[in-house]
């Protein structure tokens, strides 16, 4: 079966990240998903929450009527979208099953080693985790060549990025199947398959690596929580956005490229690398920084209101829509 | 004297950074441009060069005749810009003389003093190092209170960002001029003010932090050079080009903000930190990765030609309209 024939998904788990991933699946229209979720009165939090996700998923929605429990109401009737109380009922025709559940490396071994007994046989695995290995999570599964982790970025029905993290014993035929599913042509997602397990996976270790030193400035006051943030803003942010950082660096070295680059800078990188700030974000002594990164970050910005989360999440789109509209990364990526 | 006034800007070494801030300060229509510099055919050399930063200074570039040597002619006519083969008559009448010259402390330590000797008493000295501290500079200078860092990224007639780095001399009034001069209504220009001298700023302390780990997950072959670069752009570039690392945080911490990110996450991010690549750039043992990386860059972009540098100038450009024209950065920032 190939990832662009219809597809039945079955989503575990539907906090801000599955009601977002259901919202990207919800985007395909050969695809029907079916949704399980332990919380009480689940269907009317669906019906509550979901138009949320699915107005933003709409490349125009300024110009649209926002959707409504309606529209909701409306994937119900015409079969795109199940909602279930029960696990088995919610895995039975599956041909995917995704799982956006607790952080919980006993919940997941559990979950999957049930799931495996209700699913069909054919159906692929995925994990949405963003910390918890496939090989880890595959402990109690008989057959462990269907479970695979496909990492988004939240949020995932407007961020392009899909991490697909196989474990050893992964079969690459389900690899590519994920891929394939997050390349079909118009998508504007892009998945990276990483050819190794890694804590944090690739994208959030980047992350980490900037935020660590980040921590460390404010807490050394060369500057602050918001300036720092604009600093990112009005540098490094748009740079990445439009280029890698390794092909900014080929271009930043001139005609030596990045191993001009890597010469001419090599003296202020290493005296930056040595002492890159090593703050912990767990122990004692080397947290201190914590309340002071805390309390710059809430006076700067507050508590978001729903109002400005909206607002960021357009910001995001229109980023992604000036990458997808005019660098065409809107086809199928290389293998 | 108001930044705000017409000021008249010497600048000393036109390599690819100092055209750029040409073309940078000659948007302005109140500021004249004394350039110097001593590579052999200056003039000739100026009239090859500065049109291509000229054309990309425009926000309507794609509609308009691209400049040639003759607008450059054009600007020496009208006196807006003049070209000197001496740092004596390049000095007489500034206001500010900023040094984009080799990166050498004995140089511009030496060069500083010949300028304080040379320009009128009131001009402000701004060094456009990324790597060389004011305090180091200032050295042989009588009044240390004249010199600051203006810190551009690449390329800087582009490029919001002027990190202002003072030294412990520097007078702040000074510093407030610098923050001034590159915050006018309309500019797209955001200067930051550093509380603190610190090696590579703050700008490449964490674009330096990032590449590190960049580096070492390719080393350790989770990821290819241009694999790390799509994810990179299809996930934090995109971020950090609409809203800071800490503002980012704050949402994804959702109602409990950053706190309750550090609560959740903090597992999976002291993991990474714990493990971040220690890769070097100098010595021996630990640079097994340059030509794993080097090799994989050239591979995946080859060099660039001056025609892909200028689609990537104009990729550039797009993001930092976007952020300027929708998210209001087109204003002074807040002091």
Redesign the interface.
């Known amino acids: 079966m190939s990832a662009t024939d219809p597809q039945r998904i079955t989503l575990i788990g539907l906090g801000?990240i599955g009601m977002s991933m259901a919202a990207l699946h919800l985007s395909r229209e050969n695809v029907v998903v079916d949704i399980f979720d332990t919380r009480p009165n689940f269907d009317q939090y669906v019906l509550n929450t979901l138009p949320n996700f699915l107005s933003q998923d709409s490349a125009s929605a300024d110009s649209k009527p926002q959707p409504s429990t309606s529209s909701v109401a409306l994937l119900i009737a015409s079969g795109r979208l199940h909602i279930h109380t029960s696990l088995e009922t919610a895995c039975a025709s599956a041909t995917i099953v995704q799982e956006q559940g607790p952080?919980n490396l006993e919940f997941k071994q559990s979950l999957w080693a049930q799931v495996e007994a209700l699913a069909p046989l054919p159906a692929h695995f995925w994990t949405s985790t963003?910390?918890i290995a496939a090989s880890a999570q595959q402990q109690k599964m008989d057959n462990k060549t269907r479970l695979l982790v496909v990492h988004p970025?939240?949020p995932p029905h407007i961020?392009?990025?899909l991490?697909i993290v196989p474990s050893p014993d992964t079969s690459p035929e389900r690899v590519e199947f994920a891929r394939e599913y997050f390349s079909i042509p118009g998508s504007k997602h892009?998945p990276?398959?990483?050819?190794?397990e890694?804590?944090?996976f690739?994208?959030?270790?980047?992350?980490?690596?900037?935020?660590?030193?980040?921590c460390y400035?404010v807490q050394?006051?060369?500057?602050s929580?918001?300036?720092?943030?604009?600093?990112?803003?009005?540098?490094?942010?748009?740079?990445?956005?439009?280029?890698?950082?390794?092909?900014s660096?080929?271009?930043?070295g001139?005609?030596g490229?990045?191993?001009a680059f890597?010469d001419k800078?090599?003296?202020?990188?290493?005296?930056?690398?040595d002492?890159?700030g090593k703050v912990?974000?767990?122990g004692d002594e080397e947290t201190n920084w914590?309340e002071k990164?805390?309390s710059?970050?809430?006076e700067?910005?507050g508590?978001?209101t729903p109002g400005q989360?909206r607002e960021?999440e357009e910001?995001?789109k229109?980023?992604?829509e000036?990458?997808t509209k005019?660098?065409g990364?809107d086809s199928i990526?290389e293998a």
Request: proline share 4%.
């Open positions: 801000t952080e963003s910390g970025f939240n961020m392009p990025l991490e892009r990276v398959v990483l050819q190794k890694i804590p944090g690739v994208g959030n270790r980047l992350a980490f690596a900037l935020l660590r030193e980040a400035l050394e006051d060369v500057v929580a918001k300036d720092l943030d604009t600093i990112l803003m009005a540098s490094l942010g748009p740079r990445w956005a439009g280029n890698g950082v390794f092909e660096y080929q271009q930043g001139g005609e490229g990045i191993r890597l800078l090599g003296g202020t990188m290493q005296a930056v690398w002492n890159l912990n974000v767990l914590k990164v805390i710059q970050v809430n700067a910005y508590a978001l989360v960021k910001r995001l229109d980023f992604v000036t990458q005019k660098y990364h990526p």
